[in-house]
């Protein structure tokens, strides 16, 4: 068996713009579907400990119910990861006003972000991995960002069983961008995700006050809840007494994988679960990874024959830090004309008897 890619038509958009389907699959039978539309991953499957096949990754099963819904399950998150605190920011002494769309702040790039763009697709294969490159122009003023900016991700599936993404973006206008990935797992595939073991790489978070946003400081973890520099399930601490915690309904944070931003490829989160096997580890070049515990998932959303109850699935996003804009003390997130913007996140799937 090689590697192989499969280019499908998914589904037609109200503007008219076609949304395809392209299936990775890797020489050891790993397949990812991706679709054009908001670049978003709709079916990850990998096998367990005892080689059977299943789906790891929370979906919708019609390209209108992506379209009206919006939990983000699998897309691509642009032109800023996670919150701006109100909306706003100021570069070179200029402000800007982006769409608040989480109460009075803006989230995961507007109402109308990087989740919401049909993308171009190319696919490729060789011996050892099939992928397909996605590309976005946005506009100068897209959801009040300054700029036009020429975006460019990878997917590549390797058959070392890692799905190896790689992000780059080029600008006119100074602008900001943060962009990262923004799956929900389910390694047994069903059920609720507190049994998951987690360890997360990281001694330090940013913690959060009101509609959590960060409120500057960077904190240790000191053996509390949010320690998992040990392996510990999900659910383990999600009830403790502990501020942070009910800010965010549960894990919503900001964990600090480096002091600063390079490109050095850092092993940020590593998940099991013990029923299937399966171990998912998660490597980034980013300063920080936001741990999130499905605390919103109410069971209104329904697909690939599930309700999404209450902790269904967990994301862990690889990014700088949230509302970086406005905290100098966290790293820059600032593109200018001429530098390019570039990152990398790393899914590595393997089992455990």
Not at 135 to 162: A, I, K
Not at 215 to 234: N, Q
Not at 283 to 302: A, C, H, K, R
Not at 337 to 343: I, L, N
């Amino acid at each position: 068996m090689i590697s192989s890619t499969r280019q499908l038509h998914y589904g037609q958009l109200a503007n008219g713009e076609d949304v395809t389907l392209v299936t990775l699959r890797n020489a050891h039978g790993i397949e990812v579907d991706i679709i054009s539309y908001g670049g978003i991953i709709t079916r990850m499957a990998v096998p367990d400990a005892r080689g059977k096949f299943g789906d790891i990754v929370l979906g919708l099963d019609t390209l209108e119910e992506y379209v009206s819904s919006n939990p983000y399950f699998g897309a691509l998150i642009g032109r800023y990861g996670n919150r701006i605190a109100e909306g706003r920011f100021t570069l070179d002494g200029e402000p800007f006003q982006l769409e608040p769309n989480d109460g009075d702040n803006h989230l995961h790039g507007g109402m109308e972000g990087f989740d919401k763009k049909n993308w171009g697709m190319e696919p490729f294969f060789s011996r050892n991995s099939a992928g397909v490159v996605m590309t976005l122009t946005s506009p100068d003023g897209d959801q009040g960002y300054p700029g036009q900016l020429e975006t460019r991700v990878t997917y590549e599936l390797t058959n070392n069983n890692e799905l190896d993404m790689r992000f780059s973006a080029v600008t006119n206008k100074p602008t900001i961008v943060n962009m990262t990935q923004h799956s929900y797992f389910n390694l047994a595939g069903s059920g609720d995700v507190l049994g998951h073991e987690l360890m997360i790489n990281a001694s330090q978070i940013t913690p959060v006050g009101k509609g959590l946003i960060p409120t500057g400081e960077i904190i240790t973890v000191d053996d509390g809840p949010f320690d998992f520099r040990r392996a510990k399930t999900i659910g383990q601490d999600i009830e403790a007494e502990d501020e942070q915690l009910r800010l965010g309904s549960g894990y919503d944070h900001n964990f600090v994988l480096k002091d600063e931003a390079n490109d050095g490829l850092v092993l940020a989160a590593r998940v099991s679960e013990s029923g299937s096997g399966r171990v998912l580890e998660v490597f980034t070049v980013e300063p920080g990874v936001q741990f999130y515990s499905g605390n919103f998932l109410d069971g209104s959303l329904i697909g690939k024959g599930m309700v999404y109850e209450y902790r269904s699935g967990f994301c862990l996003e690889p990014q700088h830090f949230p509302n970086s804009p406005n905290e100098p003390g966290f790293p820059s997130t600032v593109l200018l004309p001429g530098d390019t913007y570039e990152t990398r996140i790393v899914y590595r799937f393997s089992t455990v008897d």
